[in-house]
């Protein structure tokens, strides 16, 4: 089974400050991981992820995610916080395997930065 | 959002009403999946289809129904058996490579909100 948790449902964070928004997962194979952004009443944007490969993803408006097998985590990051990012934030996962299609979300952070 | 329309944004179902979500794409995909989304509980699948004319459940598919007669288009039914429809509902698609690949991309589109009167 495939489980992700995103320990923090709330994350404040002051413009300018670096950010971080956690996800730790659990699969039973090697793990397929995906970050997307929510804005209000809107659908999900697929920010960035990670299938194999080097650990440090980068992707879109200068988010990037680390990926630690040992800690079973892909933490999301940003050297410097815009107010604009502020958002609600999922992190997703998807064991490989013939017959997964199935992508599990995790509950979601709240990002606030904070002029 | 783009190249996935989702409509209405808006919709009110009376009770017992069978409500029909409509979920185009012109991304030529294979897959298109339905999400709910409820606070503080994330997305939950609710129904997927891979090709035409085929579908899976989800994790939570009862009191709902979905077609595939054509790639572009993968309606959603929410049914009077639903007793807790009032949701956020999305629908995305993905290229689908066929079993054993899971590292497309799902695009969504920009979601319906399901009302009950």
């Known amino acids: 089974a495939q489980s992700v948790a995103q320990p923090e449902d709330q994350v404040n964070v002051a413009e300018g400050n670096p950010l971080t928004v956690k996800c730790t997962y659990s699969?039973?194979?090697?793990?397929?991981l995906f970050w997307y952004v929510q804005y209000p009443n809107r659908g999900l944007q697929f920010l960035l992820k990670y299938i194999t490969g080097d650990n440090l993803v980068k992707g879109s408006y200068g988010f990037e995610a680390e990926f630690n097998k040992s800690q079973t985590s892909f933490h999301l990051k940003k050297p410097s916080a815009l107010v604009s990012d502020s958002a609600l934030y999922f992190c997703?996962?998807?064991?490989w395997g013939f017959g997964n299609e199935k992508l599990t979300f995790g509950t979601g952070t709240r990002l606030t930065i904070i002029p | 959002d783009g190249g996935i329309t989702q409509s209405p944004k808006y919709l009110f179902r009376k009770e017992g009403q069978n409500v029909t979500l409509s979920c185009e794409q012109n991304?030529?995909?294979?897959?298109m999946y339905w999400y709910r989304q409820d606070p503080g509980q994330g997305l939950r699948l609710i129904y997927y289809?891979?090709?035409?004319?085929?579908?899976q459940k989800g994790d939570i598919a009862e009191g709902y129904s979905v077609s595939r007669e054509k790639k572009e288009s993968f309606p959603l039914t929410v049914t009077s058996a639903q007793k807790n429809p009032t949701a956020f509902y999305l629908c995305?698609?993905?290229?689908?490579?066929?079993?054993?690949?899971?590292?497309?991309?799902?695009?969504f589109g920009p979601g319906t909100r399901l009302l009950v009167l």
């Open positions: 289809s891979q090709i035409v004319n085929d579908f």
């Open positions: 991304l030529n995909h294979d897959a």
């Open positions: 997703a996962v998807r064991d």
């Open positions: 699969v039973s194979g090697n793990p397929y």
């Open positions: 995305a698609s993905s290229i689908d490579k066929g079993r054993g690949y899971g590292q497309e991309t799902q695009y």
